[in-house]
């Protein structure tokens, strides 16, 4: 099967976006210098979505909590009332984009990129300590057999194995592909939104 590119400028962007987007967050090491030394709870507002994704954010939030917890700097609490900090924010896009194409157009991988933008309140110095608009994380995604990449980090957290690949119906594979996808994205995004909020950058 050929493989016909969408576009070469497109394509150039595409992997330039990845390369940007995956460097930036969670290797900094987040320990939460930015973070008031007194404040010890936080109440994590459900984001609003933006997206034509419906629950995306209910999922979301389920990843973010999990980053919070695992840092064990701030205790997550269940009412803005009983905590020192109140994280707020909306999942503003996600995006998936044809990368290349077989010689009858149909797609055999998607770029997709999450973002979202995010607030941090004191409730003791009502300041807002924290807020960003370009907290992001991106994923390409295979959706045909012959573009899996069976080595590959992606390929390696599903349940699949690599003969499976080829056992499961297209629309099948693509649905798994992109569903896995976007979780991975969803984590990244969540390290990434943890380690800005608490290093202030």
Not at 142 to 157: D, H, K, Y
């Amino acid at each position: 099967m050929r493989i016909r590119p969408v576009s070469r400028s497109a394509a150039l962007v595409t992997a330039i976006a990845l390369i940007l987007m995956s460097g930036c967050g969670y290797h900094f090491g987040a320990a939460g210098t930015a973070l008031p030394p007194s404040a010890r709870t936080i109440y994590v507002e459900t984001f609003t979505n933006h997206t034509r994704f419906t629950g995306i954010n209910d999922e979301f939030m389920r990843y973010l909590k999990d980053e919070i917890a695992n840092h064990d700097r701030l205790q997550l609490v269940d009412s803005p009332d009983q905590a020192d900090l109140v994280l707020s924010g909306e999942i503003t896009r996600l995006e998936p984009s044809p990368i290349s194409t077989n010689t009858v157009g149909e797609p055999l991988d998607y770029a997709e990129s999450l973002s979202a933008s995010a607030s941090l309140y004191d409730r003791r110095s009502r300041q807002v300590l924290w807020n960003t608009t370009g907290v992001a994380a991106a994923n390409r995604v295979p959706v045909v057999s012959s573009a899996v990449i069976t080595t590959s980090p992606m390929f390696l957290q599903q349940n699949l194995r690599s003969q499976d690949t080829a056992n499961l119906p297209d629309i099948q594979l693509a649905q798994t592909q992109m569903a896995a996808g976007q979780q991975q994205m969803m984590q990244q995004l969540a390290e990434n939104l943890y380690s800005s909020m608490a290093e202030g950058f």
